[in-house]
């Protein structure tokens, strides 16, 4: 069973668990979710990139309350359907929270929400991301079980625990193992080289050789953290936490040797489990109700590299490509304005530790020193406009959103807007071999 099987059986699993409760219990319903449409080149200006020229997306968020009794659920599910016939998935939350008068129980797949930066900046370093597409990762709950204790107006501590792992399912690879091919259905996947130009001998074909674990052996690694809040004033918060877990996407190293007889090169891939430890601090407060501030620093320290092959480096019969894990700290601030529906948001972000390419395989940092500048709000309570803008001031990539939404009728939202990656054409930053995936583009969604 691949981790993909793993996770519908559980998505179903708990899906039927809560309409099972639902209906069981005189409960009040509530649901939401939209059905869209998005075309991606409406001005016929971008190079149609293929898995980014359309899609469909079907997002639906289902709670439920039980009168007199404190329970509470949340099921949180999203489709995307591509213009190459994929299917991605994303199951944000699927939990059961039961709620006592000074604690609360929680168990599933739930985000754990303890920094702010991580959410913001799509760092990916606690919860696991959407990544549908990069412009607006998102957040996806990881699965476990959450206490939560308030010991006194002043003090609670947050608990969570979990002896099951489930990585980042996106974006996809597909591996054939019969043609040792590895490649993608999504534009945002970064898929190795097809081909190398092997001195003396000409360009051969690359054939991969991938390892590729059962979900039955990776996935019982255990995760445990503790979170605590000191809040001296009732809207004001200093919390401080600790949690050791498997990183969030696995790890690949390669040994790449040349066939005896063709002398293509063959690339044995081994995936491998990280384990990090992070470790951070956050300082919030809720202003006139409707200000929120924070800044947050948090740390990850990457555990043991796994070891080279020995046959590989010492016999020199080939090229041991292993991946070098930095520790990362970042900084962060920021705040956001709500008031009915208008919201606006800035933040800031500086990565204060070094890093260093050393491998073809070392993963770029996503940000380094970066700003955002966001919002939303409605007029004419038929429109809303939003925007979202990130620009780093050490690399010189940025990103650009913005959209404009019609809704005629309370089922019904026709929209226009923007994404668009820019990025020095030379740079080094994460963002430059993402620059061709810009969209102009225009929706039409079913909500309900």
Do not use: C
């Not at 008031?339 to 390419?357: A, H, N």
């Not at 820019?422 to 079913?446: C, M, Q, T």
Request: aromatic share 18%; glycine share 8%; charged share 25%.
């Amino acid at each position: 069973m691949d981790f993909r099987n793993f996770k519908k059986i559980f998505i179903l699993f708990i899906g039927g668990w809560l309409l099972f409760i639902s209906k069981s219990f005189s409960v009040v319903k509530q649901y939401e979710g939209e059905l869209s449409f998005r075309e991606n080149d409406i001005a016929d200006s971008i190079d149609e990139v293929e898995g980014n020229r359309h899609w469909f997306d079907f997002n639906f968020l289902y709670y439920y309350r039980k009168p007199f009794v404190d329970t509470e659920g949340r099921f949180d599910l999203s489709l995307r359907l591509n213009d190459v016939d994929y299917i991605m998935f994303s199951l944000k939350e699927a939990q059961l929270t039961h709620l006592g008068q000074n604690w609360e129980l929680s168990y599933g797949f739930q985000i754990v929400d303890w920094v702010e930066i991580d959410r913001v900046w799509g760092l990916g370093k606690i919860n696991n991301r959407t990544n549908f597409d990069f412009f607006r990762p998102g957040q996806e709950g990881l699965p476990g079980v959450r206490y939560k204790r308030k010991l006194s107006s002043w003090f609670m501590f947050d608990i969570f625990a979990s002896f099951l792992y489930i990585p980042e399912l996106n974006p996809p690879l597909n591996i054939d193992a019969d043609n040792g091919t590895i490649t993608s259905k999504s534009p945002w996947a970064q898929v190795p080289a097809t081909t190398a130009n092997i001195e003396g001998v000409g360009v051969r074909q690359i054939f991969y050789d991938v390892n590729k674990p059962g979900a039955e052996d990776i996935i019982f690694q255990e995760s445990y953290g503790i979170n605590l809040r000191i809040s001296p004033y009732e809207d004001v918060h200093f919390t401080g936490f600790y949690l050791r877990k498997p990183e969030n996407s696995l790890t690949n190293t390669a040994n790449v040797t040349l066939d005896p007889g063709d002398f293509s090169p063959i690339a044995k891939i081994e995936p491998e489990i990280f384990y990090h430890t992070l470790f951070g601090a956050q300082l919030a407060a809720i202003v006139f109700n409707d200000w929120k501030l924070y800044t947050s620093y948090y740390t990850s320290i990457p555990g043991d590299k796994p070891e080279d092959d020995p046959e590989i480096i010492n016999n020199n019969i080939g090229i041991g490509i292993s991946v070098e894990k930095f520790r990362e700290e970042y900084v962060g601030a920021g705040f956001e304005y709500h008031v009915e529906e208008t919201m606006f948001g800035f933040s800031f972000l500086s990565r204060i530790s070094d890093f260093e390419k050393t491998s073809l395989l070392d993963k770029i940092p996503r940000w380094s020193q970066a700003i955002n500048i966001s919002g939303k709000w409605s007029f004419w309570e038929e429109f809303q406009a939003q925007f979202d803008f990130k620009y780093d001031t050490l690399t010189y990539d940025r990103l650009y959103m913005a959209s404009i939404d019609w809704r005629p009728h309370r089922n019904w939202s026709i929209g226009t807007g923007f994404d668009i990656i820019g990025a020095p054409a030379n740079g080094e930053g994460y963002w430059v071999v993402f620059r061709d995936n810009d969209s102009i583009f225009a929706h039409l969604k079913y909500l309900f």
